[in-house]
């Protein structure tokens, strides 16, 4: 059994580097503050008797050696930069979980047959560069290391100099192969918490596709300019904020819709809006479903753009489709989580995740524990310390089933 | 008759600080680029013989003698502060006009019996500081010089910290009375250009309420946050846009009702916002009205944040109420129109002017000239050449009825 209080001491620790005034972390992807959480992963690893290994979008593998080192490593992992307003658990848990892991066999003087390696992947939140889940994207062929490192962010700083300039620009190569894949991670919904359960086991997750949104109208005097001359680019981004959340509406339960980010030109108070840029995330647990939103999301852009007399351009800036996890390594968890006498239950992930990648090339599976309201993405995310050391108690013993003793 | 091919170089060379690639002017109030556009007027008005005054709002008055100082003076002027996405005619006409006036005088050397006055007003636009005619504002005692000094702007610097920090924070005292005003300015509307008119007659303008609104909701993870349990903040936002816009047009042809700016906190792709604040316009031509679509908006505001289950928080930050010009002044601009052979027509000022607060402790009368489109705080702003003669030439006409030869 892992140490809880152990692992709870790692999370607190990490949390201070990028910690908020209201508890939360703002450590967002290939910042300095990114770079002290790495750096201190790394010491954390290397204490723990690890090597380290960079590659070229700085994902970072801190790996246990194994009886037959020539055997796939069973790997677990997660990520560390966080939302802008984001809590200490995200990401931050299924990394210190796999660290746990590495502490727990160290303790207990166990050597595995299979390595094991705790990954820690670049840029999974997507808040300062899409496309989001970039270091396993990348890492499972999603998409090329070349067009990921020629990302740019608000500020046009591309993927390729923010990671040089923290110094996590690792080893180009190809990807080395997973034995399997466990990953820990709050829920970040509500749904454990209402069936008071403590271990989720993840069955799949949602496919996504998100949108850059742009609405062109005429920038014009908010005095004189009458009511019905206008094209202004607010009102019709305001329109399509509406149409958004219609379109989850429509497909209830699983489907969501959300516009998280709008930015306003010029922004002045006197000045109807010229040009607004809006992003749009849609999300559904069927392929077709998630095409259907695309063409409703498509038709409402064009029937806007058509009754206010203005032009809206739509951009795809990430797809993947929803993603079912490896069913022996589900079978897994379930099973470790039972033995170990845990309440558990079926769920399926709202949230994309590293696993969600790392399945295309690799069996992999997830657990999910609880958060407090089922909130995330919030400087008050909160979890139970207990639910946290149960959650790191069947990745241990999940693990242990994969690697060999 | 003033000469149009100077008032025109005048007006292009000013146009060159601050000058944007789109052919606009971006010259925000209190600037560095705003001290090199007063430094240039005060040359100017140096080498056409004028002493220079400067008062605690940092309102520039450049004063042409007159036969008997002891008299009141005639004064015109505007502003040259622009929108961050501004023009070269809006504000900088009026003060242009001034100084072509004053040149003309001295060309033609013509003594006043009052003096001449062109005043250069601090931030009219509002687009950095609330409130809006801020300059002309405090001179008509319409709000303190201390309420205004105090004002920060979105990075928190204060008009006394930007006023001194660019070398206009003048001398404080009463204002100094005022014989008449007149203001000449593009019209920033249509309706000169739809009837084929030279010069527009203002009759009075438009009432205006401003407000900082503030939706709070609460952050969430996008994806695993079913869409009924939401408290999205932008979507309550959008719903207010859409009301907006609603009132004014319940109350056509005059009302207006615009949202210029809005933001977005933590504005991220996958995060349900937690925060919107945005601003609200809306102007009538009555009195009654204005304070019906007052209680339209907070009503607005109640059952938004009712139906969503969030918190909508509305402050009144402008608010001055319909001004009618002094008719004797309305007419004398009427008289030299028509005597000069322009076309003209009475008009309604849709935008707030200097010269409504100079009006409520001078006579104050305003002229009005076309603009290509009706389009104004845009790039694209333009004029006729020959327009901006014609009105300069109604101003020169009035003014020396006003002050007497
Ligand atoms: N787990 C998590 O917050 N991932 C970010 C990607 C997403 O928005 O689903
Ligand atoms: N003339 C002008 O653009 N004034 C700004 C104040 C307003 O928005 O009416």
């Given at each position: 059994?892992?140490?809880g209080?152990?692992l709870w001491?790692?999370l607190?620790?990490?949390?201070?580097?990028?910690?908020?005034?209201?508890?939360?972390?703002?450590?967002?992807?290939?910042?300095?503050?990114?770079?002290?959480?790495?750096?201190?992963?790394?010491?954390?690893?290397?204490?723990?008797?690890?090597?380290?290994?960079?590659?070229?979008?700085?994902?970072?593998?801190?790996?246990?050696?194994?009886?037959?080192?020539?055997?796939?490593?069973?790997?677990?992992?997660?990520?560390?930069?966080?939302?802008?307003?984001?809590?200490?658990f995200?990401?931050?848990y299924?990394?210190?979980a796999?660290?746990?892991?590495?502490?727990?066999?160290?303790?207990?003087?166990?050597?595995?047959?299979?390595?094991?390696?705790?990954?820690?992947?670049?840029?999974?939140?997507?808040?300062?560069?899409?496309?989001?889940?970039?270091?396993?994207?990348?890492?499972?062929?999603?998409?090329?290391?070349?067009?990921?490192?020629?990302?740019?962010?608000?500020?046009?700083?591309?993927?390729?100099?923010?990671?040089?300039?923290?110094?996590?620009?690792?080893?180009?190569?190809?990807?080395?192969?997973?034995?399997?894949?466990?990953?820990a991670h709050i829920e970040?919904?509500?749904?454990l918490e209402?069936?008071e359960r403590v271990i989720g086991?993840?069955?799949?997750?949602?496919?996504?596709?998100?949108?850059?949104?742009?609405?062109?109208?005429?920038?014009?005097?908010?005095?004189?300019?009458?009511?019905?001359?206008?094209?202004?680019?607010?009102?019709?981004?305001?329109?399509?904020?509406?149409?958004?959340?219609?379109?989850?509406?429509?497909?209830?339960?699983?489907?969501?819709?959300?516009?998280?980010?709008?930015?306003?030109?010029?922004?002045?108070?006197?000045?109807?809006?010229?040009?607004?840029?809006?992003?749009?995330?849609?999300?559904?647990?069927?392929?077709?479903?998630?095409?259907?939103?695309?063409?409703?999301?498509?038709?409402?852009?064009?029937?806007?753009?058509?009754?206010?007399?203005?032009?809206?351009?739509?951009?795809?800036?990430?797809?993947?489709?929803?993603?079912?996890?490896?069913?022996?390594?589900?079978?897994?968890?379930?099973?470790?989580a039972?033995?170990?006498?845990y309440s558990c239950?079926?769920?399926?992930?709202?949230?994309?995740?590293?696993?969600?990648?790392?399945?295309?090339?690799?069996?992999?599976?997830?657990v999910f524990v609880p958060c407090a309201?089922?909130?995330?993405?919030?400087?008050?995310?909160d979890a139970d310390p207990a639910h946290l050391e149960a959650g790191c108690n069947v990745?241990?013993?999940?693990?242990?089933?994969?690697?060999?003793?």
């Amino acid at each position: 059994r892992i140490d809880g209080a152990r692992l709870w001491k790692s999370l607190m620790d990490l949390a201070r580097i990028g910690g908020t005034p209201k508890g939360g972390v703002c450590r967002i992807a290939l910042t300095d503050l990114d770079r002290q959480g790495r750096d201190l992963f790394v010491q954390w690893a290397r204490e723990a008797g690890c090597s380290i290994r960079i590659d070229a979008i700085g994902n970072i593998f801190a790996r246990r050696a194994g009886a037959d080192d020539s055997l796939a490593p069973v790997m677990t992992g997660s990520h560390i930069d966080t939302q802008p307003t984001g809590g200490k658990f995200d990401g931050n848990y299924g990394v210190m979980a796999g660290l746990e892991v590495v502490r727990t066999l160290n303790a207990a003087g166990v050597r595995t047959r299979a390595p094991i390696e705790v990954a820690v992947w670049t840029n999974e939140e997507g808040s300062r560069f899409v496309p989001v889940m970039m270091g396993s994207g990348v890492f499972a062929g999603a998409f090329t290391l070349e067009h990921a490192l020629a990302q740019r962010d608000a500020q046009g700083v591309s993927v390729a100099e923010a990671l040089a300039a923290i110094g996590y620009a690792g080893q180009a190569g190809a990807a080395p192969a997973v034995g399997a894949y466990f990953e820990a991670h709050i829920e970040q919904g509500p749904v454990l918490e209402n069936h008071e359960r403590v271990i989720g086991v993840v069955q799949a997750a949602l496919g996504q596709r998100w949108y850059d949104v742009t609405v062109q109208g005429m920038e014009a005097h908010a005095g004189p300019t009458p009511m019905e001359l206008r094209q202004d680019a607010l009102l019709a981004a305001s329109a399509l904020v509406a149409e958004v959340n219609r379109i989850a509406l429509d497909r209830l339960p699983h489907a969501r819709g959300t516009v998280g980010s709008l930015e306003v030109h010029p922004n002045s108070r006197n000045v109807i809006p010229g040009r607004v840029k809006l992003s749009v995330d849609l999300r559904a647990p069927d392929d077709a479903q998630l095409l259907d939103m695309d063409a409703a999301l498509r038709a409402a852009c064009a029937r806007i753009a058509a009754e206010r007399g203005l032009a809206i351009g739509v951009e795809q800036v990430v797809y993947f489709p929803p993603q079912p996890f490896t069913p022996h390594l589900v079978e897994a968890v379930r099973a470790n989580a039972a033995d170990l006498g845990y309440s558990c239950m079926d769920v399926v992930s709202g949230a994309g995740h590293d696993a969600v990648y790392v399945a295309r090339v690799a069996p992999a599976a997830m657990v999910f524990v609880p958060c407090a309201d089922g909130i995330s993405h919030n400087e008050i995310e909160d979890a139970d310390p207990a639910h946290l050391e149960a959650g790191c108690n069947v990745l241990l013993r999940a693990m242990l089933a994969s690697a060999g003793v």
